[in-house]
């Protein structure tokens, strides 16, 4: 019975917090855009059946969404940003948790704790301080200009420039610390061993190291590519209005066109898109690993 019960607490989570707000999005999508609080029909009703109710739902939502090259683009557009940002912060990230993982044990805490210290700070705070680093007459042009590298300031905000750059900043932690945990745990009596056998250093870490450090980087990837996709904040505030991606159109269908069928259909339809490839790719994983035993 305990063990029931312990295990019962997340799914219990799951069904509170994910299962039935999905469920009740879901449903919205498949409404119709109404002039009323709330604004979709059909609204359930106790007097009204069961089948009346579902014969008013219809998916012409995700017929208009898919025939709409704007909603296309959009999805196209934030899953391209978010690949390019998570390729990056990977080569970012990486040095960085290699290096953390190989300081001295009395380090390692304290270097934790500064790749954690951003997330004391407000989300927003930070994603605003980027437009004073960035805008043409920043602290960035500024300090350029003063060494003569540039001789007038570079355009850098409202452009996928800078998109690119608060997404990478933002969720760098997200990546270094399952890198780090990776990195951690790998003996050095291998890279001992690989050295004994006369491998060169950057064959044993192409050899060694980095096939070991393939879950942390797979869990980084996952960790940084799904939040990214979605992303609305970054590319409303630094990215400006031309930055195409698909929170920013689903934030607009819900507040600007106050369409929530349409937005809900959006939100479902980004969700399959995000979930479906992981549990494939998971389920994937875990037949290789029942193979390989």
Do not use: H
């Not at 009740?24 to 609204?43: Q, R």
């Not at 400006?240 to 819900?254: A, H, P, Q, R, V």
């Amino acid at each position: 019975m305990r063990r029931w019960l312990l295990i019962s607490v997340p799914y219990l989570w799951l069904l509170v917090f994910f299962l039935i707000p999905f469920f009740i999005v879901f449903k919205i999508s498949l409404s119709d855009i109404a002039t009323a609080i709330p604004p979709y029909t059909p609204v359930f009703d106790f007097s009204m059946g069961i089948g009346e109710f579902i014969s008013k739902l219809d998916f012409e939502n995700y017929r208009f969404i898919f025939n709409d090259s704007l909603y296309v683009n959009s999805y196209f557009s934030a899953l391209k940003i978010a690949g390019i940002s998570t390729v990056l912060t990977l080569l970012v990230a990486y040095p960085i948790a290699y290096g953390m993982a190989r300081a001295p044990k009395e380090w390692q805490p304290t270097l934790v704790m500064l790749v954690i210290l951003p997330f004391w700070t407000s989300f927003l705070i930070r994603v605003y301080a980027w437009i004073g680093i960035l805008k043409k007459e920043g602290l960035l042009n500024l300090f350029l200009m003063n060494l003569g590298v540039i001789s007038e300031p570079l355009t850098i905000m409202n452009t996928p420039l800078a998109v690119y750059i608060g997404i990478i900043y933002s969720y760098l932690p997200f990546m270094i610390l399952p890198l780090y945990a990776s990195l951690e745990k790998i003996n050095p009596a291998l890279l001992e061993a690989a050295a004994d056998l006369g491998s060169p250093p950057w064959k044993s870490f192409w050899q060694v190291t980095f096939p070991l450090s393939l879950p942390g980087v797979l869990a980084g990837c996952f960790l940084v590519f799904i939040p990214a996709t979605g992303e609305f904040v970054i590319p409303d505030l630094l990215g400006g209005s031309d930055t195409l991606m698909i929170g920013k159109t689903l934030w607009g269908e819900f507040f600007g066109n106050r369409d929530w069928p349409v937005a809900s259909a959006v939100a479902v339809v980004l969700l399959l898109v995000l979930v479906i490839p992981i549990v494939m790719f998971q389920r994937n994983q875990e037949k290789e690993r029942e193979a390989a035993r």
